[in-house]
Each structure stands twice: as structure tokens, then as C-alpha cells.
């Protein structure tokens, strides 16, 4: 082939080809841009010494160049009548799985052990389906793995969420998951005009590097997720309010309340999304003595 299957000429061919029209309920939105591609390839550090995994390769625009790039590709595709047309327009390169099966269902650690190399570095690369955005990414980053870089194609709404800064209207329970597991950043801004066909919002990259530990101390991780969640339950409302609603409104939970923000040194009138990650542990850890 001369062109890449990231190109506007060759992905309108190869859909002719196979008549394949892309579902919205899948987020089928191909990318057509190769430029797009050379800049995730550098952003994610990939070598033909690093392993990707991809999720949702569609047509195969991203699969084709982490198959020039990297030494293997193992990707997952939940649609299965991209068969063939994955297994004709990439036939030519010979490090690339396609597992055909839901990321969500899918047996992540056992695929690791079974294709790749426990040397060699692997890293996460992909064109999200933006539906499941964040359980894909939570599953990832929750559980154990080799992994060391995720770069990934997102609305750019849920990038902002992922990396915003306390004292802001994106910053929110979602932030400090991932913060806690990775360090974030936005790689960089994607508009819509290159994707077939085109979404209605625009896209972004982020990055995500693994911590070697959390970035905080808490003694009970649950709890912590828990009171985060809890804190930032209605945004509008007070730390003091939002605990309330979750933990009662009993003396007992009074008393423990006053007494975990005064030993965290948190005011009980701030609202949650004032709060830093360090703040939040600080509380956990004071609250869960009276609270579990
Ligand atoms: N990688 C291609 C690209 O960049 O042009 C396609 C990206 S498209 C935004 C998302 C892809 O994810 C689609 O191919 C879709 O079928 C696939 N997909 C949707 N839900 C999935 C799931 N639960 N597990 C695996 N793949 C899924």
C-alpha cells in the first residue's frame, strides 16, 4: 500500500470495500490523520524494544503504525465485522493480535503473560470509544499491571476532568482517582475534522505515567475513594453538608466529623473541590479511626 489507513483517500475505500457503515453505539469514529498518529507514537516513547496493547482498533489507522513502530501489538476489538477487514488491510505485518472481545470482559493480566515478554517495557496506546472512556481506564489503572505509559484519545472534556487543578469546576472525584495512580497530562488537543465521520465535540490526548506508589498514604483505600466520592456528591454543597448525607446525622457522626476535620485541619464550611489529594488522604486517615 502506499497510503496509510489513517488517511481520509483509504479509509473511505476500504469502508466501500467492505460496505461497512461505523456505529455510533460503538463510538466509531475513524481517525484520518496520520500526523495525529506520528505525535501519539512519540508521546507514548514507543521503540521496537516497547509492546503496545490498543483497544478498539477499528479499521486499523493506529494498529497499522504500532505495528511499524513497536515490536508487537496485541489489540482488542469488540466488533467482530472488522474481521476481515483487519485481518486484509494488515496483512502484511506479522507482530499483530487481534482479540476479539470486550475490553471490559476481557482477561487483561492473563493476555500480558501469554503474548508478551516480561523484559521487554509495554505501554497502553489508543483511539478510546469514548462511551467507556473512564471504566476502561479505571480497570487499567486499578489493577496491578507491567504498564508503565497510557496514551490515549479522549473527548477533551473528560481530558480536562482527569487533570485539573483543585479550586476549579473540573476538578472532582475523577481527578483524584487518577491522580492517586498516575501522574496526567494533556499530550495535546485533537480537533474533530480528523475523524470519519465527525463527533460533535473535540478530542485530546492524555498521558497517564504509572506512580511506582500512590501519590498518597491512606490507611484504607476504600474509605478514601469513599469520602471522596462522598465529598463531592453535590458540588454546591459543604464538606460538612456532603458528609453528613453519607455518614448520618446522628450525634455520634457529629462528634466524629468535628473531630476528623479538626485533626486533618480542614475547615467543616470548604467545599470539596478546594480540597488537594494530600487534604483528602489527611481526612481519611483521621475519619476512618471513628467512622469504620
Ligand atoms: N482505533 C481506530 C481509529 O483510531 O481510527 C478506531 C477508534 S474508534 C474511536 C473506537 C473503537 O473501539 C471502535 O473500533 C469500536 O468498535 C471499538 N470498541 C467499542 N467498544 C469497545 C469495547 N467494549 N471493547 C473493545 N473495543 C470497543
Known amino acids: 500500500h502506499d497510503k496509510d489507513i489513517a488517511t481520509p483517500s483509504r479509509t473511505n475505500a476500504i469502508l466501500k470495500k467492505y460496505h461497512l457503515t461505523m456505529k455510533k453505539s460503538l463510538g466509531q469514529n475513524f ?5 495525529i498518529l506520528t505525535k501519539m507514537v512519540a508521546a507514548a516513547g514507543i521503540d521496537k524494544n516497547t509492546n ?3 483497544i478498539g ?3 486499523g489507522a493506529l494498529t497499522e503504525r504500532l505495528a511499524r513502530e513497536a515490536k508487537k501489538v496485541v489489540a482488542f ?3 467482530r465485522r472488522l474481521a476481515p477487514i483487519l485481518k486484509t488491510e494488515l496483512a502484511e505485518y506479522d507482530n499483530i493480535e487481534i482479540i476479539f472481545q470486550d475490553i471490559l470482559q476481557a482477561n487483561v493480566p492473563q493476555v500480558i503473560e501469554e503474548h508478551f515478554e516480561p523484559a521487554d517495557r509495554l505501554v497502553v496506546a489508543a483511539n478510546l470509544p469514548y462511551y467507556i472512556t473512564t471504566p476502561i481506564i ?3 489503572i486499578e489493577t496491578d499491571l507491567p504498564i508503565d505509559t497510557f496514551v490515549m ?3 477533551k472534556e473528560v481530558a480536562q476532568r482527569m487533570t485539573a487543578k483543585p479550586g476549579t469546576k ?3 472525584s475523577l481527578t483524584i482517582a487518577i491522580d492517586y495512580y498516575t501522574e496526567a497530562e494533556i499530550a495535546f488537543i485533537v ?5 470519519v465521520p465527525q463527533p460533535n465535540v473535540d478530542s485530546a490526548i492524555l498521558k497517564l505515567q504509572r506512580r511506582a506508589e500512590p501519590k498518597v498514604k491512606v490507611t484504607d483505600e476504600k474509605f478514601f475513594f469513599d469520602l471522596v466520592r462522598a465529598g463531592f456528591n453535590q458540588r454546591r454543597k459543604t464538606l460538612w453538608n456532603n458528609l453528613q448525607s453519607r455518614y448520618g446525622k446522628t450525634e455520634e457522626v457529629k462528634a466524629a466529623l468535628t473531630a476528623g476535620l479538626e485533626e486533618a485541619g480542614i475547615e467543616p464550611s470548604k467545599r470539596a473541590e478546594a480540597l488537594s489529594i494530600e487534604q483528602f488522604a489527611a481526612l481519611a486517615n483521621a475519619l476512618v479511626k471513628y467512622l469504620d
Open 153 to 155: 484519545m479522549m473527548q
Open 191 to 195: 480537533p474533530k475534522t480528523v475523524f
Open 52 to 54: 503496545a496493547i490498543e
Open 77 to 79: 476489538e469488540v466488533d
Open 138 to 140: 479505571m480497570n487499567f
Open 57 to 59: 482498533p477499528g479499521i
Open 31 to 35: 481517525l484520518v490523520e496520520p500526523n
Open 170 to 172: 473540573a476538578f472532582g
